[in-house]
T-cell receptor
Framework: AQSVTQPDIHITVSEGASLELRCNYS??????LFWYVQSPGQGLQLLLK??????LVQGIKGFEAEFKRSQSSFNLRKPSVHWSDAAEYFC?????????????FGTGTRLLVSP | GAVVSQHPSRVICKSGTSVKIECRSL??????MFWYRQFPKKSLMLMAT?????????EQGVEKDKFLINHASLTLSTLTVTSAHPEDSSFYIC?????????????FGEGSRLTVL
């Protein structure tokens, strides 16, 4: 069965510093991978996705993620964090036998941004 | 981008009563909608898949008689928590798939927080 692990429950980063959020997945075939952000009072918003091709994917708000098959990882990065990036971040893998519509989510990482 | 709206955003009810949560796709038609439950400090757990005009498909372990799902139109799915108990208190989130575009690209509602007293 597919699973997603986000080992960091919360991370604190200084504004302007770089960020990396870790995500490891378990999936037998080539995965469809996603990163979502959840801000208070708002729905989950898709940051970026990986289906195939270039393993470094660019997303919105200056985020990027790199798919590393050998490490079963899809870590999210941002070179310079802004205070508005404080939110909960979820990594997810699409279940292939359902047309990738059913997502399995990690437990999330809460990002705190310090001044 | 596409907008999905949930109503109500917060609801408090007494134990034993039923509560209905609506999920609407505001600017697109959604052939498929999904309902998730999110526990504190836990991930989103898929409860069921709602298909317009047909019965919902429930994930293993989800009580279909307690969590009634109706997808009566291409823009509306409802989740009714029947005979709610305190353990049903949770954050419920819906998502919708437009039926075209990239696989797995879903649009999520803001969530509905249910508190059962």
């Amino acid at each position: 069965a597919q699973s997603v692990t986000q080992p960091d429950i919360h991370i604190t980063v200084s504004e302007g510093a770089s960020l990396e959020l870790r995500c490891n997945y378990s999936y037998g075939a080539t995965p469809y991978l996603f990163w979502y952000v959840q801000s208070p009072g708002q729905g989950l918003q898709l940051l970026l996705k990986y289906f195939s091709g270039d393993t470094l994917v660019q997303g919105i708000k200056g985020f990027e993620a790199e798919f590393k098959r050998s490490q079963s990882s899809f870590n999210l990065r941002k070179p310079s964090v802004h205070w508005s990036d404080a939110a909960e971040y979820f990594c997810a893998v699409g279940r292939g036998n359902t047309g990738f519509q059913k997502l399995v989510f990690g437990t999330g990482t809460r990002l705190l941004v310090s001044p | 981008g596409a907008v999905v709206s949930q109503h109500p955003s917060r609801v408090i009810c007494k134990s034993g009563t039923s509560v209905k949560i609506e999920c609407r796709s505001l600017d697109f038609q959604a052939t498929t909608m999904f309902w998730y439950r999110q526990f504190p400090k836990k991930s989103l757990m898929l409860m069921a898949t709602s298909n317009e005009g047909s019965k919902a498909t429930y994930e293993q372990g989800v009580e279909k008689d307690k969590f009634l799902i109706n997808h009566a139109s291409l823009t509306l799915s409802t989740l009714t928590v029947t005979s709610a108990h305190p353990e049903d208190s949770s954050f419920y989130i819906c998502s919708a798939y437009p039926g075209q575009g990239a696989p797995g690209e879903l649009f999520f509602g803001e969530g509905s927080r249910l508190t059962v007293l």
